[in-house]
C-alpha cells in the first residue's frame, strides 16, 4: 500500500550513532504505530500516537523516542543505537471505526546496528 | 490485561492438507477480532475479520467465546499460503494487540 511510506528502506549504521526512521501516510489517519519485528519474537509494538498531540510508550521503548511532527508523519529516533536493535521497523496507520480498526503498514525498514 | 497467545511458532503442512493456526486471547469485554498476514518480502496486511464473517483465500476463523479462542483454518493449504500469520484482538477504541505470530509454511 503506497500510502504508508518509509525512509530509509535499509540502513546499516555503527553502536552509539543516532539515527531516524521516518514514516509518512496520505491515508489521512490519525493513529500512526511504531514496530519492530524479530524472528522468533513476532511484533512487538514501540510508540503509538493516535493523534498529532498524543504520543504513547508501547512494549518496548526503551531506547527509542517518536516525534509527530504532523498528522501525516511520525518519526522514530534511536539515540544512541546499539546491536540488539537490529531489527525489521514497520509504521502503521490507522483510522478507528466502530468496534473495528484495520492498520496499514509500511513496507518496513531494515535496520543492522554493527 | 489484554493477551493473545498464538501456542505455534512455526507449522508446517503439505499442499492440500487442513491448516489450523490456533489464537486465544484474555480480554475484558468482548473484543474484535482480526487475522493478519505477511508474505515473505511483503508488509504486513489484513487477511479478515471476525465482524465481516467473511472468508478470504479460503481462509475462515471462528469466534469461540467460550474457550475465547479465534483459530484461523483452511480446509486445503495451498503452497501460496505461505506466510507470517498474526493473531489481533482489539477491545473499543484501545489499539491492536499482536500475537507473535506463526509462521506456516506449506510443503509441496
Known amino acids: 500500500d503506497a500510502d504508508v511510506t518509509q525512509t530509509p528502506r535499509n540502513r546499516i549504521t555503527k553502536t552509539g550513532k543516532r539515527i531516524m526512521l521516518e514514516c509518512s501516510q496520505t491515508k489521512g489517519h490519525d493513529r500512526m504505530y511504531w514496530y519492530r519485528q524479530d524472528p522468533g519474537l513476532g511484533l512487538r509494538l514501540i510508540y503509538y500516537?493516535?493523534?498529532?498531540?498524543?504520543?504513547n510508550k508501547g512494549e518496548i521503548s526503551d531506547g527509542y523516542s517518536v516525534s509527530r511532527q504532523a498528522q501525516a508523519k511520525f518519526s522514530l529516533s534511536l539515540e544512541s543505537a546499539i546491536p540488539n536493535q537490529t531489527a525489521l521497523y514497520f509504521c502503521a496507520t490507522s483510522d478507528l471505526g466502530y468496534a473495528q480498526e484495520t492498520q496499514y503498514f509500511g513496507p518496513g525498514t531494515r535496520l543492522l546496528v554493527l | 490485561a489484554q493477551r493473545v497467545t498464538q501456542p505455534e511458532k512455526l507449522l508446517s503442512v503439505f499442499k492440500g492438507a487442513p491448516v489450523e493456526l490456533k489464537c486465544n486471547y484474555s480480554y475484558s469485554g468482548s473484543p474484535e477480532l482480526f487475522w493478519y498476514v505477511q508474505y515473505s518480502r511483503q508488509r504486513l496486511q489484513l487477511l479478515l475479520r471476525h465482524i465481516s464473517r467473511e472468508s478470504i483465500k479460503g481462509f475462515t476463523a471462528d469466534l469461540n467465546k467460550g474457550e475465547t479462542s479465534f483459530h484461523l483454518k483452511k480446509p486445503f493449504a495451498q503452497e501460496e499460503d505461505s506466510a507470517m500469520y498474526y493473531c489481533?484482538?482489539?477491545?473499543?477504541?484501545?489499539?491492536?494487540?499482536f500475537g507473535k505470530g506463526t509462521k506456516l509454511t506449506v510443503n509441496p
Open positions: 489481533a484482538p482489539q477491545g473499543g477504541s484501545e489499539k491492536l494487540v
Open positions: 500516537s493516535f493523534d498529532v498531540k498524543d504520543i
